[in-house]
């Protein structure tokens, strides 16, 4: 058990398919988050959630939809997406570290996202 | 803005030897976190260390330390007794504190590793 499970590991789609990542923590965290990860460019943060709210959308175009239902649960819904969409989508939970202040992550194993 | 590099996209090492990934950092806050971060072909991201930047004491996890030049921005990553299981990509990432509860890292390019046999 990893604390962060993320389903489906691997997806292929169409543009003009619809389809959902999924991801749940097990770990009692308060924050969420949605990062991706391209082949040639350093991860990015995509989304993030505290106590179920967004607090954070990274100029993400709104082919990607976050949702957020429970402080365990985290979606993100695509929609018409493009080729260039194709990449690793991390999700990950934290709680802040009362000694150090430090949020630290969790990460999950990805979903790997091919839009062809 | 804050950057974060990392100059060697590939390293390799023999197995029980000692390796030194570097990272480079700008920022104009005094106080800040560092960490690294190791992905292996599971594509699980696992915390290596992290430091606080108000320690000046460097951060140690048993065979992995850094070396924290907080003047130079660095942050290098030491690896000692390297084993098989340590391939991986290794990223380095910084984290504001005055993002709140945004837990927004920024990660350096990565750099892979190679532990050979």
């Known amino acids: 058990e990893t604390g962060v499970t993320q389903t489906p590991r691997h997806l292929v789609m169409g543009m003009t398919n619809k389809k959902s990542l999924k991801c749940e923590q097990h770990?009692?965290?308060?924050?969420m988050y949605w990062y991706k990860q391209s082949a040639k460019k350093p991860l990015e943060l995509m989304f993030v959630y505290n106590f179920k709210e967004q607090t954070e959308n990274n100029s993400v175009p709104s082919r990607f939809s976050p949702e957020c239902p429970n402080s365990s649960h985290l979606f993100l819904h695509l929609h018409t997406l493009q080729p260039e969409d194709s990449a690793l989508y991390l999700c990950?939970?934290?709680?802040?570290?009362?000694?150090?202040?430090?949020?630290?992550?969790?990460f999950g194993a990805g979903s790997r996202l091919t839009v062809l | 803005a804050q950057t974060v590099t990392q100059s060697q996209p590939e390293m390799s090492v023999q197995e029980a030897e000692t390796v030194t990934l570097s990272c480079t950092y700008d920022t104009s806050e005094s106080n800040y976190y560092l960490f690294w971060y190791k992905q292996p072909p599971s594509r699980q991201m696992i915390l290596v260390i992290r430091?606080?930047?108000?320690?000046?004491q460097n951060a140690t996890e048993n065979r992995f330390s850094v070396n924290f030049q907080k003047a130079a921005k660095s942050f290098s990553l030491k690896i000692s007794d390297s084993q098989l299981g340590d391939t991986a990509m290794y990223f380095c990432?910084?984290?504001?504190?005055?993002?709140?509860?945004?837990?927004?890292?920024?990660f350096g390019q990565g750099t892979t590793l190679q532990v050979k046999p």
């Open positions: 430091q606080e930047a108000y320690k000046q």
């Open positions: 770990l009692g965290h308060n924050a």
């Open positions: 990432a910084f984290m504001s504190p005055y993002s709140g509860n945004t837990g927004k890292l920024i």
């Open positions: 990950a939970s934290s709680q802040e570290d009362s000694r150090s202040g430090a949020n630290v992550l969790t």
